[in-house]
Nanobody
Framework: EVQLQAYGGGLVQAGGSLRLSCAASGFTFDRYAIGWFRQVPGKESEGISY????????YYADSVKGRFTVSSDNAKNTAYLQMNSLKPEDTAVYYCAASSTIILSQLRVPSSYGYWGQGTQVTVSS
């Protein structure tokens, strides 16, 4: 059974940091890419980052570039999203997802991901 579990969200003041984790099981982790998405009620899901576990390629949306860092530990089947200099506009439910595609440009869209974890709420107060 494939499972993805995102955790580590919480309430933080603007300028603070959080690290999200995405624990995976049930598939060959190092052959997949892990994407991070976030969603605010009433808005479309935003793909903010991904990491390809096979070659280490990463991507960041402009909205988080320079503040967020994605990483992955294949030995632990866990991906991470280190979020620094958080802003109130980063408030959202954050999701991790797994994709077997090797076409990096496709990893920016939710439809490329076959497995999704439950979301974790991140709230940044001003």
């Amino acid at each position: 059974e494939v499972q993805l579990q995102a955790y580590g969200g919480g309430l933080v003041q603007a300028g603070g940091s959080l690290r999200l984790s995405c624990a995976a099981s049930g598939f060959t982790f190092d052959r997949y890419a892990i994407g991070w998405f976030r969603q605010v009620p009433g808005k479309e899901s935003e793909g903010i980052s991904y990491i390809s576990n096979s070659d280490g390629s990463t991507y960041y949306a402009d909205s988080v570039k320079g503040r967020f860092t994605v990483s992955s530990d294949n030995a632990k089947n866990t991906a991470y999203l280190q979020m620094n200099s958080l802003k109130p506009e980063d408030t959202a439910v954050y999701y991790c997802a797994a994709s077997s595609t090797i076409i990096l440009s496709q990893l920016r869209v939710p439809s490329s991901y076959g497995y999704w974890g439950q979301g974790t709420q991140v709230t940044v107060s001003s």
